[in-house]
């Protein structure tokens, strides 16, 4: 079947614009994490979403960051006033939402802000 | 805290070697996962093979094989007589419920380059 799917794959935009990037699980899976690699940071868990429990926020870099998963499947992450640190390849992952769980990731979005 | 240590950056062999990737963790867990997956440069994160902390036994498919010594707390990957297809970047990571959640938790990466 289909894997997870991202959007847009290249994003360049100018410091301070907003973004979203989103993001399509694979059909059935009930998680949804993002996740942002970056070369000075490695790669980073961002937020997570399982079903139509509160999602876990904590890896969120800053207010500026915000995400939100509609009808239990697609996801969009929302980048405000981006900064030049934002530049990365943003991840996103979905997963059966059983107790073990694996994680499949799609292409990514590489974001690139001037 | 969890932390995954992969010490070696970059790997250089030529075609047929064996190679091993290094993986250490630390988790206060006593349930756990391990992971490893391969970034090719297409950029896609590739999962390779999911370890559970109750299950030591050594694992092999194909060309790869994974050993895992929680006595050392190592979860180490080999590939035996590499191809150049086998460049990318792998990335061991870990997942401990109790501490962190579903999270994953990812080491730096190694960069292997398999030379014709």
């Known amino acids: 079947g289909a894997g997870v799917s991202q959007s847009p794959s290249n994003k360049v935009t100018e410091k301070g614009k907003d973004v979203e990037l989103r993001c399509d699980p694979i059909s059935g899976h009930t998680a949804l994490y993002w996740y942002r690699q970056s070369l000075g940071q490695g790669l980073e868990f961002l937020i997570y979403?399982?079903?139509?429990?509160?999602?876990?926020k904590s890896g969120l870099p800053s207010d500026r960051f915000s995400a939100e998963r509609t009808g239990g499947s697609v996801s969009t992450l929302t980048i405000q006033r981006t900064q030049q640190e934002d530049s990365a390849v943003y991840l996103c992952?979905?997963?059966?939402?059983?107790?073990?769980?694996?994680?499949?990731f799609g292409p990514g979005t590489r974001l690139t802000v001037l | 805290a969890q932390k995954v240590t992969q010490a070696q950056t970059e790997i250089s062999v030529v075609e047929k070697e064996d190679v091993t990737l290094d993986c250490v963790y630390e988790?206060?867990?006593?349930?756990?996962?391990l992971f490893w997956y391969k970034q090719p440069p297409s950029g896609e994160l590739v999962f390779l093979i999911r370890r559970n902390s109750f299950d030591e036994q050594n694992e092999i498919s194909g060309r790869y094989s994974w050993n895992f010594q929680k006595s050392t707390s190592s979860f180490n990957f080999t590939i035996t007589a590499s191809q150049v297809v086998d460049s990318a970047v792998y990335f061991c990571?870990?997942?401990?419920?109790?501490?962190?959640?579903?999270?994953?938790?990812f080491g730096e990466g190694t960069q292997l380059t398999v030379n014709p």
């Open positions: 979403f399982q079903g139509n429990s509160a999602p876990d």
């Open positions: 988790t206060r867990d006593t349930t756990y996962y």
């Open positions: 990571a870990l997942s401990a419920r109790e501490t962190s959640g579903s999270r994953l938790t």
């Open positions: 992952a979905s997963s059966p939402g059983l107790a073990v769980d694996t994680q499949y």
